[in-house]
T-cell receptor, first 113, second 111 residues
Framework: EAQVTQNPRYLITVTGKKLTVTCSQN?????MSWYRQDPGLGLRQIYY???????DKGDVPEGYKVSRKEKRNFPLILESPSPNQTSLYFC????????????FGPGTRLTVT | DAKTTQPTSMDCAEGRAANLPCNHS???????VYWYRQIHSQGPQYIIH???NNETNEMASLIITEDRKSSTLILPHATLRDTAVYYC????????????FGQGTELSVKP
């Protein structure tokens, strides 16, 4: 089954404790991206990757890092999480950047205390 | 990117057609209209897209007015599982892949 998976689905952590949210897709997609969703602010793009070893900032990249060493994986790294990064995070992929149809993962709900 | 305006919420009876309007009066010639939906905090799901012709797929139909200033997403036989927030997006193709989601329409399908 074609899908985007994210782990963990739920995470409660403390300020400053490094964490990684994994994202993996099995569709051989070139393009992957990360969004966060907050009440009243909608979905905002954090980072995206047009292909392996190619990443770029989205609208809200501060406090986040990404890497794209393999085509299927696009982890989101929070090196020193803060409470304002409490949010619902989604990973997405598509066959190429700008493709009409993007596939979203199930989401990771992160709480930073 | 064209600004889109959608009603905040709508109700629809189960089994009836759900018609979701979207206004994008400032749309430019190379901007596509996309529709996604999000069911209760799940990941958004692609529904359909179009440029100027009406489009239909297994999920829905997209009707775009001739002047392209507005469009309507039609779910022909709404079910309870269609209850979701529906997002209308108008933007150019290949813009770093970013989808610009607005506030959307919360559709409630009622028995």
């Amino acid at each position: 089954e074609a899908q985007v998976t994210q782990n963990p689905r739920y995470l409660i952590t403390v300020t400053g404790k490094k964490l990684t949210v994994t994202c993996s897709q099995n569709m051989n997609h070139e393009y992957m991206s990360w969004y966060r969703q907050d009440p009243g602010l909608g979905l905002r793009q954090i980072y995206y990757s047009m292909n392996v070893e190619v990443t770029d900032k989205g609208d809200v990249p501060e406090g986040y890092k990404v890497s794209r060493k393999e085509k299927r994986n696009f982890p989101l790294i929070l090196e020193s999480p803060s409470p304002n990064q409490t949010s619902l995070y989604f990973c997405a992929s598509s066959s190429r950047g700008g493709s009409y149809e993007q596939y979203f993962g199930p989401g990771t709900r992160l709480t930073v205390t | 990117d064209a600004k889109t305006t959608q009603p905040t919420s709508m109700d629809c009876a189960e089994g009836r057609a759900a018609n979701l309007p979207c206004n994008h009066s400032t749309i430019s010639g190379n901007e596509y209209v996309y529709w996604y939906r999000q069911i209760h905090s799940q990941g958004p799901q692609y529904i359909i897209h179009g440029l100027k012709n009406n489009e239909t797929n297994e999920m829905a139909s997209l009707i775009i007015t001739e002047d392209r200033k507005s469009s309507t997403l039609i779910l022909p036989h709404a079910t309870l599982r269609d209850t979701a927030v529906y997002y209308c997006i108008a933007q150019i193709y290949n813009q770093g892949g970013k989808l610009i989601f607005g506030q959307g329409t919360e559709l409630s399908v009622k028995p």
